[in-house]
T-cell receptor, first 115, second 110 residues
Framework: GAVVSQHPSWVICKSGTSVKIECRSL??????MFWYRQFPKQSLMLMAT?????????EQGVEKDKFLINHASLTLSTLTVTSAHPEDSSFYIC???????????FGSGTQLSVL | GESVGLHLPTLSVQEGDNSIINCAYS??????FIWYKQESGKGPQFIID?????DKRQGQRVTVLLNKTVKHLSLQIAATQPGDSAVYFC?????????FGTGTSLTVIP
């Protein structure tokens, strides 16, 4: 199946710093990418949907200035957690979907720990 | 987002037995459903999907059943193996939106 690469897999940062997470579709063009957040033993919570070349659509309650999403190409989307605080510590997961495939393919996730 | 929930948060089965994981969804407009498996510390892995114009779909050792009347989805795993131990999520899709249920933790007892 299609491959989605997410990087980094784990990041530890100081409070107040910004962290960028990359999501790449390796063998297909991802017209739509999704970003999720997951807390331990809980489900995936959709944060935002991004289509290549346009602004991301954020879910209710998700601060767009806090979680900056860029989808500048058909193979790359980035999520930047700005001025991270301990409450932003979580597992962040991206998924991607191509033009001809309804299936969602997921990245391996990024564990963010803010000290 | 829409509400998608699972009936059972945990499930333990004996190796070799069949497993059934259930999911209820609330959006009757959802037309696409997916089951995912997630192992600890990893991203979700696609298992099987089904469109709303179908009632049943089979894969390798897995079967998904869709009952639109009661908005219920189930995943059946035949001859469950230790490697099937994971958290299973159902997701419903409408257009460009996908929402996940709370997850069921499946434990296979050797």
């Amino acid at each position: 199946g299609a491959v989605v690469s997410q990087h980094p897999s784990w990041v530890i940062c100081k409070s107040g710093t910004s962290v960028k997470i990359e999501c790449r579709s390796l063998d297909f063009q991802a017209t739509t990418m999704f970003w999720y957040r997951q807390f331990p033993k809980q489900s995936l919570m959709l944060m935002a949907t991004s289509n290549e070349g346009s602004k991301a659509t954020y879910e209710q309650g998700v601060e767009k200035d806090k979680f900056l999403i860029n989808h500048a190409s058909l193979t790359l989307s980035t999520l930047t957690v700005t001025s991270a605080h301990p409450e932003d510590s979580s597992f962040y997961i991206c998924s991607a979907r191509g033009l001809t495939n309804e299936k969602l393919f997921f990245g391996s996730g990024t564990q963010l720990s803010v000290l | 987002g829409e509400s998608v929930g699972l009936h059972l948060p945990t499930l333990s089965v004996q190796e070799g037995d069949n497993s059934i994981i259930n999911c209820a969804y609330s959006n009757s407009a959802s037309d696409y459903f997916i089951w995912y498996k997630q192992e600890s510390g990893k991203g979700p892995q696609f298992i099987i999907d089904i469109r709303s114009n179908m009632d049943k779909r089979q894969g390798q050792r897995v079967t998904v059943l869709l009952n639109k009347t009661v908005k219920h989805l189930s995943l059946q795993i035949a001859a469950t193996q230790p490697g099937d131990s994971a958290v299973y999520f159902c997701a419903e899709g409408t257009g460009n939106q996908f929402y996940f249920g709370t997850g069921t933790s499946l434990t296979v007892i050797p």
